[in-house]
Nanobody, 117 residues
Framework: QVQLVESGGGLVQPGGSLRLSCEASRNILTFTVMGWYRQAPGKERELVAIMAIGGGTVSADSVKGRFTISRNSAKNTIYLQMNSLKPEDTAVYYC???????????WGQGTQVTVSS
């Protein structure tokens, strides 16, 4: 059973930054795609940023230029650096991993990000 454990969420003021981490219980090079999704209250879960382990990333238009996805394969961890945060970024952020674009076979438990003054 694969486990994905997110960390790094919290409360931040508008314009602030946070870095989320997602550590996998197995070698992330065995996944084809890993990434970040979010779900705000009353809304559907949406893609934030995903990366192909072999190269290539996709980001939502709403976060381009502000959020950056990266990885450290030696630590089996991916990251989401979030800058210039806005109140509309408030959501539970989930890490997901799967066998292809648009495929999520494993989910983390989620970490809350709240952007508020």
């Amino acid at each position: 059973q694969v486990q994905l454990v997110e960390s790094g969420g919290g409360l931040v003021q508008p314009g602030g930054s946070l870095r989320l981490s997602c550590e996998a219980s197995r070698n992330i090079l065995t996944f084809t795609v890993m990434g970040w999704y979010r779900q705000a209250p009353g809304k559907e879960r949406e893609l934030v940023a995903i990366m192909a382990i072999g190269g290539g990333t996709v980001s939502a238009d709403s976060v381009k230029g502000r959020f950056t996805i990266s990885r450290n394969s030696a630590k089996n961890t991916i990251y989401l650096q979030m800058n210039s945060l806005k109140p509309e970024d408030t959501a539970v952020y989930y890490c997901g991993a799967g066998a292809g674009w648009g495929v999520v076979d494993y989910w983390g438990q989620g970490t809350q990000v709240t952007v508020s003054s």
